[in-house]
């Protein structure tokens, strides 16, 4: 019984360790900066009362004096992406605007209630679809994919007079489709999905690609270069994608620091648990389980 006692705690500790780590809200600040306004709480419409109520405690947001407030809709998703009408929206956001310079920074506050989307996948949309210099926030108080906070987003940079270009959003929606697509039906990690499609627009702002032929080479190259293996379809779907963009003159040059920075970040994230000995690692957590498993069969037997 006491080797069982001690298996358990054990894992318990390693559960610890390997866990993802959870960036913390930057939201708990209180002071407005008057150049850039309140801070954008955009709540999905399908919540009741009380879930408003913790998304708010999530977000930091509970000081109606310190936030401007909105709703999301579907018919938010129909007039920005040209979405389904019969849509639920539950995943929330507050958008905090930055200087020049602060790039796009998201944080999911609850990472255990957004199913598919990663914050990389979410930046790397938000800035296809021409977002800048804003610290995002999202927050959901059930369960789901995530998808429904970006179209809250969009909301909150089309008010006060400021519009984003509907091409660039739509686009970016479909992006976002693609990330969890490839993640979910392909089977691909959703890191790797988030450094594939950075590592592309990186080369599309170096090469500037003039034909569809072009970018088909560069989404090649790329999955070459990750080592990622797709089938026919998913190449197409990612080219068709990227074909889009470039048919709408997105220039990835002005954003490229922050693409580097999602590279950075997304192969920080095993470093920071392997302290950079990748395969020694998960070798390690291999004996592991393996010494387990014999001290199992050793107690049963």
């Known amino acids: 019984m006491k080797k069982i006692t001690w298996m358990l705690v054990v894992l318990a500790i390693l559960g610890l360790v ?47 004096e310190q936030v401007d407030e909105y ?17 639920n929206m539950y995943s929330s956001a507050k958008i905090t605007r930055k200087e020049d310079g602060y790039g796009v920074v998201v944080n999911i506050v609850n990472p255990d209630s957004i199913t598919q989307v990663t914050k990389e996948m979410y930046a790397n949309a938000l800035l ?34 400021e519009t984003l270009d509907q091409d660039r959003m739509e686009v970016a929606n479909d992006e976002l489709d693609v990330a969890t697509d490839l993640a979910e039906q392909a089977g691909i990690d959703q890191e790797k999905v988030s450094e594939l499609l950075t590592e592309i627009k990186k080369q599309i702002s170096e090469q500037n690609p003039a034909t569809k032929e072009e970018v088909e080479q560069i989404v090649q190259d790329q999955l070459n270069q990750l080592n990622i293996e797709l089938s026919p379809e998913d190449r197409q779907m990612l080219t068709d994608l ?60």
Not at 29 to 47: N, Q, S
Not at 138 to 158: D, Q, R
Not at 243 to 248: G, P
């Open 71 to 87: 709703i999301v809709t579907a018919e938010d998703l129909v007039n920005y992406i040209g979405g389904d009408p019969s849509s």
């Open 242 to 301: 990227f074909e889009r963009m470039r048919n709408l003159d997105i220039d990835f040059g002005q954003v490229r620091d922050q693409l580097d920075s999602i590279v950075s970040d997304l192969q920080g994230k095993l470093e920071e648990v392997t302290g950079g000995d990748t395969e020694g690692f998960w070798q390690g957590v291999k004996n592991f389980f393996q010494n387990i498993v014999d001290s199992i069969k050793g107690l049963l037997g």
């Open 18 to 64: 390997v866990s993802p780590f959870v960036s913390a809200s930057e939201g708990d600040e209180t002071v407005i900066d008057e150049r850039y306004g309140k801070p954008k709480l955009v709540l999905g419409e399908a919540l009741s009362d009380d879930q408003k109520n913790k998304v708010r405690n999530l977000l930091s947001a509970t000081d109606a």
């Open 128 to 161: 296809t679809a021409g977002v800048e210099n804003a610290l995002i926030e999202v927050a959901s108080p059930v369960k789901v994919t995530g998808h429904s906070a970006l179209t809250g987003i969009y909301k909150a940079f089309n008010v006060d007079g």
